[in-house]
């Protein structure tokens, strides 16, 4: 059986996020994503050191979409130079697993789950 897939990234605010994030589990190339609000970063960028205000976000989706997946969110992020980091799942309760992969359709992305 196909694995569950964490994806970590953050955003320059809740509303792209939560908007991108909406169109990835339209396409069913995600189940879920949590948006969390209010963090700050320190972090160099092209030789200086910035701060700002972000929001972090989790990606639940499958390992068999992890190169498509990465590739829509890309296209449609804000920053340059996204951080989108894979997080393999080591272990997951069975019935979260199967949501996960039920909503990211088992037979492909745009494709309804396959019927037992």
Request: proline share 9%; charged share 20%; glycine share 8%.
């Amino acid at each position: 059986m196909e694995r569950p897939l964490l994806v970590y990234t953050t955003f320059p605010d809740a509303a792209s996020a939560l908007n991108i994030g909406e169109a990835l589990v339209r396409e069913r190339l995600i189940a879920c994503i949590n948006v969390l609000p209010g963090m700050l970063s320190v972090y160099s960028w092209k030789g200086a050191v910035e701060r700002g205000e972000e929001v972090a976000a989790i990606l639940k989706s499958r390992e068999g979409l992890a190169d498509i997946l990465s590739a829509a969110l890309k296209a449609r992020h804000p920053y340059e130079t996204p951080i989108i980091l894979h997080l393999p799942v080591a272990g997951a309760d069975a019935d979260t697993a199967a949501w996960i992969l039920s909503e990211t359709g088992a037979g492909g992305p745009g494709r309804p789950p396959q019927q037992p």
